[in-house]
């Protein structure tokens, strides 16, 4: 059994290794005539985590079913970020149990940000004895022997590395979409804001070596795919593990020169922002005019409890540089409403920064205490009440701009990649604009992995309608 540790997960060392995954041949035949099932909490990381994942249950021969009541073997891939999302996967947990008292052989587990956490697996270990194995987030290459070890000792398997963290090449993906692509371009994160769990969940910031972002971006080309989005908990500081001068303007160049039609990247930090990026992104028109930005508060007060390394001012002077540099930019963020010692001062300041950004659109939460975290033990004398006035007041004026941004697009004609059909409304397609606004599409079938001309014929806060249009 290894159970994860905080302490370990904590430091920095610096002895990053490169692994090569390789598959064990004896262990194809592992899941014949089996199905999983796999659901995923969180972040674009989790999501691309699932499609490896993926990839390596299919190697060992189990198939893929979506309904969990038909699986052989049950995964929750989890995340730690907010106490929202462990009660969530808890809840679910208990949706497992019921079917395996029905199944007995079903095998089930979880991995992910979750497992990584000391009292999660505690909390595991002592009240949920019949889940078959826990697994982390560095050492997902070894699934097929947890599950070789799970089927064959019939005991619970506990195996999570709390570690700075490797990097994994030639890791098999079995990728949701034919169109777009999530290509991690780092690990892990070393900024430790205070009320963040990631970098003790995925360790240390880690670059991938350029050459194999490129070649898979270019096999991705090669492929048909038209969009890829560059993945990290924190993209802008790619390189600067490296030794080397290369760093992520020149990722975003050399990504932009593989003929890619449609370039993005996740998620930035605002103190790694350089002006090289922004000119990057100036010049080439496959890097699409859409940054997530996350603010987390706009009191600067707050930020320097947050360890944020970024000012109100400093921000507010980044964003408008972006305006200024980057035609038909489209701007979203994150906001932490009611973080320990926010006044009502702190919050109007917040309220401020969003009146001078008008956002896209914003995700938006009530501070969430992660055991282990430094903001865990700040004190904290705001009301639940009080946060939750804060948070609807917040949430007004950013739908009031999400809807006012929207109404600009209003019977013009925007580029759409149609990505499928909608999922409210199966007569229409669905595909996102280059500013990443989600669109509903009258238009037939064989648009779908195109990007197309759309006319947007109605506006709502979170979405748009329109009609394709015949060149």
Not at 98 to 121: R, S, T, Y
Not at 139 to 158: C, D, F, G, H, T
Not at 390 to 409: A, D, G, I, T
Not at 418 to 439: F, Q
Request: glycine residues 6%; proline residues 3%; contains cysteine.
């Amino acid at each position: 059994m290894l159970k994860p540790n905080l302490l370990e997960a904590k430091k920095r060392k610096g002895n990053i290794e490169t692994e090569i995954y390789k598959f064990d041949e004896s262990l194809k035949d592992l899941g014949k005539n089996k199905k999983y099932f796999i659901k995923t909490y969180g972040c674009q990381m989790n999501e691309h985590d699932s499609e490896n994942i993926k990839a390596i249950l299919e190697s060992m021969s189990f198939t893929e079913t979506l309904d969990m009541m038909d699986a052989d073997v049950i995964l929750l891939n989890t995340c730690a970020i907010r106490e929202n999302a462990h009660n969530k996967v808890f809840g679910y947990i208990g949706r497992v149990k019921h079917l395996k008292e029905q199944k007995p052989n079903v095998i089930a587990g979880i991995c992910g940000c979750m497992a990584q956490e000391e009292v999660v697996v505690d909390e595991i270990i002592k009240k949920y004895k019949w889940l078959d194995f826990v697994f982390g987030t560095h050492n997902i290459n070894n699934l097929p022997n947890i599950l070789k070890n799970v089927i064959e000792k019939k005991e619970q398997e506990i195996e999570v590395l709390s570690y700075e963290g490797n990097i994994l090449e030639n890791m098999p993906v079995k990728r949701d979409s034919k169109y777009k692509a999530w290509v991690n371009i780092m690990y892990g994160c070393d900024k430790f804001c205070t009320y963040c769990i990631v970098p003790y969940t995925r360790g240390k910031q880690r670059s991938r070596d350029k050459d194999n972002i490129i070649k898979e971006v270019e096999e991705l080309v090669k492929n048909g795919y038209l969009e890829v989005t560059l993945l990290g908990q924190n993209v802008n500081a790619y390189g600067k593990d490296l030794d080397s001068n290369y760093r992520m303007e020149n990722l975003l160049e050399d990504v932009a020169k593989t003929g890619i039609k449609r370039v993005r990247f996740v998620t930035s930090h605002p103190w790694d922002f350089t002006d090289n990026m922004i000119e990057v992104i100036k010049k080439y028109d496959n890097i699409m005019p859409y940054i997530h930005l996350p603010l987390q508060s706009g009191s600067s007060r707050i930020l320097k409890l947050m360890a944020r390394r970024y000012t109100k001012e400093s921000y507010l002077e980044l964003v408008d540089k972006l305006r200024k540099n980057i035609p038909n930019l489209a701007l979203t963020t994150d906001i932490i409403v009611g973080f320990p010692g926010e006044t009502i001062e702190d919050f109007n300041e917040t309220l401020e920064v969003v009146n001078k950004c008008k956002y896209d659109s914003a995700f938006t939460f009530i501070f969430s205490k992660r055991e282990g975290t430094p903001a865990a033990t700040m004190p904290d004398d705001v009301t639940l009440d009080e946060k939750n006035e804060r948070l609807h007041k917040l949430n007004e004026l950013v739908n009031k701009y999400s809807l006012e941004n929207n109404q600009k697009y209003l019977n013009k004609i925007v580029p759409v990649l149609i990505e499928g059909y909608s999922e409210k409304d199966k007569s229409m397609l669905m595909g996102y604009t280059d500013t990443m606004k989600l669109v509903n599409v009258k238009g037939a079938e064989n648009n779908i992995g195109k990007i197309v001309d759309v006319k947007i014929t109605d506006v709502k806060t979170f979405s748009m309608d329109g009609e394709i249009v015949n060149n």
